[in-house]
């Protein structure tokens, strides 16, 4: 039976050519190992690259994980590309954005509902940013299709689970859901090094 350490170096290999999240299901049958099994394996790659100081961090997303660099080292990685800092999200994009967190799997039309305007365009844009995926279509007539969030929304937003959600202050309009969602730890920065420019 394969030890532990030669497991952790695969899972490594692994998260490392895929680049995007991987799956804790997908990831536990490509290494052969339990489900149960595989964050433990992630948490001993992520513990042998802080305890060698490197650039590099493991970082769990909802039901997914993946290699990424420790944030201290953005302005450095930009610089580097030479990309212009990302705009950050536009309060209709955010509103429509923090409706479906707290609301998901919804249609554009409860967005729309909610916010009592036009919500189309931002929902597809979202969509465009990897921020919302589709989920599916809602068992009522017309079957409209439902949104939520992706495992870069989480990322974006320093979040491992959606459980990590601050409480929303259901009593107030659905705006104020921004304001709930963003007082930890204020995430514009996080979403503007995560998005491309636009609404």
Known sequence: MMDEEAIV??????LFACGEPVQTARLAQVLGIPETQVPQICERLGERYAGCGSALQVLHLGHAWQIGTRTEFAPLIRT???????QPLSNAAMEALTIIAYNQPVSKGFVERVRGIDSSSVVNSLVDKGLLEEAGR???PGHPIAYRTTPLFLRAFGLSSLEELPEPKR?????AFVGDLLSEGDAPSAVATAVPDGE
């Not at 170096?9 to 692994?14: G, H, I, L, Y």
């Not at 580097?80 to 990302?86: D, F, G, N, V, W």
């Not at 009593?171 to 705006?175: G, K, L, N, V």
């Open 138 to 140: 809602i068992d009522v």
């Open 80 to 86: 580097a590309l030479e990309t212009k800092r990302m």
């Open 171 to 175: 009593a107030e309009p659905a705006e």
């Open 9 to 14: 170096t695969q899972a490594e290999a692994v």
